[in-house]
């Protein structure tokens, strides 16, 4: 079964538009890590945010925000006036403390932001 | 900004050969590991390390790959026998921690067997 669950393989908006890209989770740990990390063109991966199981409050990053919610094993990640340099594969991740830093990676989501 | 390096960032090798992907990591991080991402697909945990042993590995992590830290800067994975199905993209990563900390990634080494 998947841990990690990113059901939008691919996602267009225009630019200055907001997107809300989903992940849903898995987990029977009551401790655990989630994240998000941008993959552009170039192939590296960039570090977002990392959220613990036990901090729900929503997170605001300039244009990007977060939104947790146990209840629905869900953390979405919203960009806001969207720029086309945000077009990039966007993975969201998840660590377990049973298993130690291992993370478990999303399918992730195709971003392209037209101009 | 302190970053994980690796090198190369392409390599081109023949079906059964060996290869060693280096990676540099953040020099006061403790934990280390490798991560494979075949084209379009999403990224794979390989093996963490840690004190100068493996603390976790995949099922994917099988007796072709071996990983080393020969010194203390350097961290490596090695392919013994390379096949086709391992072309892909190879991340190397480093925590300060084990759990609470993020993990940086490095900006990949691309693998292609032919």
């Known amino acids: 079964a998947q841990k990690v669950t990113q059901a939008q393989t691919e996602i267009s908006v225009v630019e200055k538009e907001d997107v809300t890209l989903d992940c849903v989770y898995e987990t029977r740990d009551t401790t655990y890590y989630l994240f998000w990390y941008k993959q552009p063109p170039s192939g590296e991966l960039v570090f977002l945010i990392r959220r613990n199981s036990f901090d729900e409050q929503n997170e605001i990053s300039g244009r990007y925000s977060w939104n947790f919610q146990k209840s629905t094993s869900s953390f979405n990640f919203t960009i806001t006036a969207s720029q086309v340099v945000d077009s990039a594969v966007y993975f969201c991740?998840?660590?377990?403390?049973?298993?130690?830093?291992?993370?478990?990676f999303g399918t992730g989501t195709s971003l392209t932001v037209i101009p | 900004e302190p970053e994980v390096t690796q090198t190369p960032s392409h390599q081109v090798t023949q079906m059964g050969q060996e290869v060693i992907l280096r990676c540099v990591p953040i020099s006061n991080h403790l934990y280390f590991y490798w991560y494979r991402q075949i084209l379009g697909q999403k990224v794979e945990f390989l093996v963490s390390?840690?004190?100068?042993?493996?603390?976790?590995k995949s099922e994917i992590f099988d007796d072709q790959f071996s990983v080393e830290r020969p010194d203390g800067s350097n961290f490596t994975l090695k392919i013994r026998s390379t096949k086709l199905e391992d072309s892909a993209m190879y991340f190397c990563a480093s925590s300060q921690g084990r759990l609470n900390t993020e993990a940086f990634f490095g900006q990949g080494t691309r693998l292609t067997v032919v």
């Open positions: 991740a998840l660590s377990e403390k049973a298993t130690g830093n291992q993370f478990y």
């Open positions: 390390f840690y004190n100068n042993e493996i603390s976790e």
